[in-house]
């Protein structure tokens, strides 16, 4: 099945403690990004790659680390998680250089920062 | 203690009625424009898709009209059912090199059975 595979689900952590979201694609996928979806602010890039090893920033972030070693996969970093981080996390994916830009999302992972 | 509302446009319709929902975009230079559904604890997914060159498209009961004058995007819902009950996101890009989907902040659907 054509999925977009983020791990956890959910997360308690506290201030300060390293913490990494994975992803996983499995569409062959170049185009990847992550968003934070907030009440009353909706859908808002953090950072986005376009291909291996090539990544960049999106709208918010400050806070945020990605990598893209491998096409499949686009890790979320967190190096020292705030409370201001608290929020649902979407990991997207797209077939970039198609016609289609739709994204195909995950599931989502709900952080709390406490 | 209370969270910040949500401050979602609302909709609220009767099973097998017609739904409206509308967008209203940023960029005139956007050239495709995505409808998505977002289920509580889920993420979204894609409905249906138009580009700038059309103004309307048809998908399974639902239908999406483009109008590039006033930068507006309606989803129209045809004899709604409760298990259209969801938040309805807008979502255009605008090119570039980031390929970047700008989504608007969502509309509540609630069908009353």
């Known amino acids: 099945e054509a999925q977009v595979t983020q791990n956890p689900r959910y997360l308690i952590t506290v201030t300060g403690k390293k913490l990494t979201v994975t992803c996983s694609q499995n569409m062959n996928h170049e185009y990847m990004s992550w968003y934070r979806q907030d009440p009353g602010l909706g859908l808002r890039q953090i950072y986005y790659s376009m291909n291996v090893e090539v990544t960049d920033k999106g709208d918010v972030p400050e806070g945020y680390k990605v990598s893209r070693k491998e096409k499949r996969n686009f890790p979320l970093i967190l190096e020292s998680p705030s409370p201001n981080q608290t929020s649902l996390y979407f990991c997207?994916?797209?077939?970039?250089?198609?016609?289609?830009?739709?994204?195909?999302f995950g599931s989502g992972t709900r952080l709390t920062v406490v | 203690g209370e969270s910040v509302g949500l401050h979602l446009p609302t909709l609220s319709v009767q099973e097998g009625d017609n739904s409206i929902i509308n967008c209203a975009y940023s960029n005139s230079a956007s050239d495709y424009f995505i409808w998505y559904k977002q289920e509580s604890g889920k993420g979204p997914q894609f409905i249906i898709d138009?580009?700038?060159?059309?103004d309307k498209r048809q998908g399974q009961r639902v239908t999406v009209l483009l109008n590039k004058t006033v930068k507006h995007l309606s989803l129209q819902i045809a004899a709604t059912q409760p298990g259209d009950s969801a938040v309805y996101f807008c979502?255009?890009?605008?090119?570039?090199?980031?390929?970047?989907?700008?989504f608007g902040k969502g509309t509540l659907l609630t069908v009353n059975p």
């Open positions: 138009i580009r700038s060159n059309m």
């Open positions: 997207a994916s797209s077939l970039f250089g198609s016609s289609d830009y739709g994204y195909t």
């Open positions: 979502a255009e890009n605008s090119g570039g090199s980031n390929y970047k989907l700008t």
